[in-house]
């Protein structure tokens, strides 16, 4: 199994759509996993040279590609520094940052989380209600995109704005359409005079076809087309490819937290008396996109034991989960194969956070159970983005007294 390493390089205005609230197309703040799938999808027949290919009866690398039972997996292209070669991941909806100066240092007051001390609190019995250690003043969630830097360094990532108004054009006299105007919301392809640079992965299990689709991609940089209005000059874009072998190790990460979860705990029972933790392993799923989830036929937005129990097959009853933390939202879209419109699907928002915990002796079958969980992910329409979790982040060990 390889992951592909995606770097795309804008260079117009990306029309990525979310929604179209009257007559003005709302951007989306991040390229989606579909789009860059349904991109590649469409290169690939148009270099087929057929003119009606029927991909599924002919089969081939394209069904294997796109079609197949496990087809390859398409990840989101988050917002990334044009000069650094950082993970861009999301943070987790328990962040917290300062209400009158938001963001992280040296700009900001700062970011913490509060995943594990609202987990204590709870248990305890006392309120949890943090202020910015900076100004005493409120605390708000504070979510985005962002990449850990050396010596504990930490940057946010986003791309601005802007809107293209355009008239509607008569194709008959080739003249413009009397009372037909529009406008656009589209992504800068600039950002503090450097072109916006965004990174995705693509997870490909045969390492043969992986080797294929990187030089596909090699020998075509500046071919694909991302979003709507290509035919209007917009969603040019250069794309880097480097194939690599996919290695998770979450082992350390979950080691690390369960350490500072027991330290914090401690600390909590030096002030309001001990209570014993239960001596169990404790592990977050942290979503790093929207995803599509489903339990008994209907949609939801929690992760729950029995839902990731048949997802990862394995048999642990001792399962538990404790928090979630999650919002959701409505999606849509438009399929470009078939000319019509997806389902509005209900889903729950990139940065939900579920804590869960199991007993000593289940931990390494859980482990090998995150590490497929981390590629694969959960719910429906992985292979366009959806559902990508890391578990254990990193950020939940930072803390109000040490915030970054």
């Known amino acids: 199994m390889k992951q592909i390493q995606l770097k795309i390089t804008a260079l117009s205005p990306l029309a990525i759509g979310l929604k179209k609230p009257g007559s003005v197309s709302e951007a989306s703040d991040y390229i989606q996993g579909s789009v860059i799938r349904g991109a590649m999808a469409s290169k690939m027949i148009q270099q087929s040279n057929l003119q009606n290919p029927d991909l599924t009866a002919n089969g081939g690398d394209f069904q294997t590609l ?155 940089p500046q071919n694909f087309r991302l979003g709507g209005s290509a035919s209007r000059g917009l969603g040019k874009v250069e794309i880097k490819a480097t194939a690599e072998e996919v290695k998770i190790t979450i082992e350390s990460r979950i080691q690390q937290f369960n350490n500072v979860l027991q330290q914090r705990w401690d600390e909590w029972g030096n002030l309001f008396g001990n209570l014993s933790l239960k001596n169990r392993t404790y592990f977050t799923l942290d979503l790093q996109s929207d995803a599509i989830l489903t339990e008994n036929w209907r949609r939801t937005t929690v992760i729950s034991p029995e839902m990731i129990r048949q997802i990862t097959s394995v048999n642990d009853t001792d399962l538990e989960l404790h928090v979630a933390y999650s919002s959701y939202d409505y999606i849509s879209g438009w399929n470009s194969a078939w000319g019509l419109m997806k389902d509005v699907d209900l889903v729950a928002n990139r940065g939900a956070v579920y804590l869960f915990s199991t007993t000593k002796n289940k931990e390494k079958e859980w482990i090998e159970a995150l590490k497929k969980l981390e590629i694969k992910g959960v719910g429906d329409r992985t292979c366009e983005g959806f559902g990508q979790v890391r578990a254990c982040n990193e950020f939940h060990t930072v803390f109000r007294e040490n915030l970054v």
């Open 66 to 220: 796109f079609l197949s039972e496990n087809p390859a997996i398409f990840r989101n292209a988050y917002p990334a520094s044009s000069d650094s070669e950082a993970e861009v991941k999301v943070l987790p909806t328990t962040a917290l940052s300062s209400k009158t100066n938001p963001g992280f240092k040296p700009k900001g007051y700062g970011v913490f989380d509060t995943l594990i001390d609202r987990f204590c609190s709870d248990i305890y019995g006392h309120p949890y209600d943090p202020n910015c250690p900076k100004d005493g003043g409120r605390v708000e969630p504070y979510s985005g995109f962002y990449s850990e830097k050396k010596s504990n360094k930490y940057k946010s990532h986003s791309v601005s704005k802007r809107l293209l108004t355009r008239v509607g054009i008569n194709r008959s006299r080739a003249t413009a359409e009397e009372q037909i105007l529009y406008s656009i919301e589209v992504l800068n392809e600039t950002q503090e005079k450097k072109p916006v640079v965004y990174r995705s992965s693509i997870i490909v299990e045969d390492d043969n076809l992986a080797d294929l689709l990187t030089e596909f991609i090699t020998n075509n």
